[in-house]
T-cell receptor, first 114, second 114 residues
């Protein structure tokens, strides 16, 4: 069965500092990995995804994520955080198999202070 | 370009009442999903569908029913509402051509059962 773990409930960083939001996954086959962001009282917005190829994926709003197959991780990163990046971030995984659903982690709240 | 539309946005139900949460998408996506979001628990998959006439249970299907008679619509039915079903419900859809496409989310339905 697929599963996703986000080990941190909350990440606090100062504006201008780099940020990392951690994600590990478990699938039986090859994974497709996604990051989403949710602002208060809104739906989820897609940030980026890993399909295959380059382990460093670039996405929206300056975010990037690094896929590490040996560590089964897909950490979200940004070189310089903004206060407006404060939100709830979700990692998600889907197996490379027809008919499988998209499974989410429990989310990590990112708080960026000025 | 509407995307994924959920109605209603808010609803208060009494214990034992029933209701249907509506979800429609105009992107011709085959895959559709229903998730519930509870604080600190992330998104839990209730049901999903890989195409019209096909539905499958997710992690937390008890107390819910779905149908998929058309590509566009994927309603979620609560037959006997219980306080444990107080949550925010999100509908999502994705293209089924490959497993690596991202899902698009509706704005959510906030349901309170009293």
């Amino acid at each position: 069965a697929q599963s996703v773990a986000q080990p941190e409930d909350q990440v606090n960083v100062a504006e201008g500092n780099p940020l990392t939001v951690k994600c590990t996954y478990s699938v039986s086959g090859n994974p497709y990995l996604f990051w989403y962001v949710q602002y208060p009282n809104r739906g989820l917005q897609f940030l980026l995804k890993y399909i295959t190829g380059d382990n460093l994926v670039k996405g929206s709003y300056g975010f990037e994520a690094e896929f590490n197959k040996s560590q089964t991780s897909f950490h979200l990163k940004k070189p310089s955080a903004l206060v407006s990046d404060s939100a709830l971030y979700f990692c998600a995984v889907r197996e490379n198999q027809a008919g499988t659903a998209l499974i989410f982690g429990k989310g990590t709240t990112l708080s960026v202070s000025s | 370009n509407a995307g994924v539309t959920q109605t209603p946005k808010f609803r208060i139900l009494k214990i034992g009442q029933s209701m249907t949460l509506q979800c429609t998408q105009d992107m011709n996506h085959n895959y559709m999903y229903w998730y519930r979001q509870d604080p600190g628990m992330g998104l839990k998959l209730i049901y999903y569908s890989v195409g019209a006439g096909i539905t499958d249970k997710g992690e937390v299907p008890n107390g819910y029913n779905v149908s998929r008679s058309t590509t566009e619509d994927f309603p979620l039915r609560l037959e006997l509402a219980a306080p444990s079903q107080t949550s925010v419900y999100f509908c999502a859809s994705s293209y089924s051509g490959t497993q690596n496409t991202e899902a698009f989310f509706g704005q959510g339905t906030r349901l309170t059962v009293v």
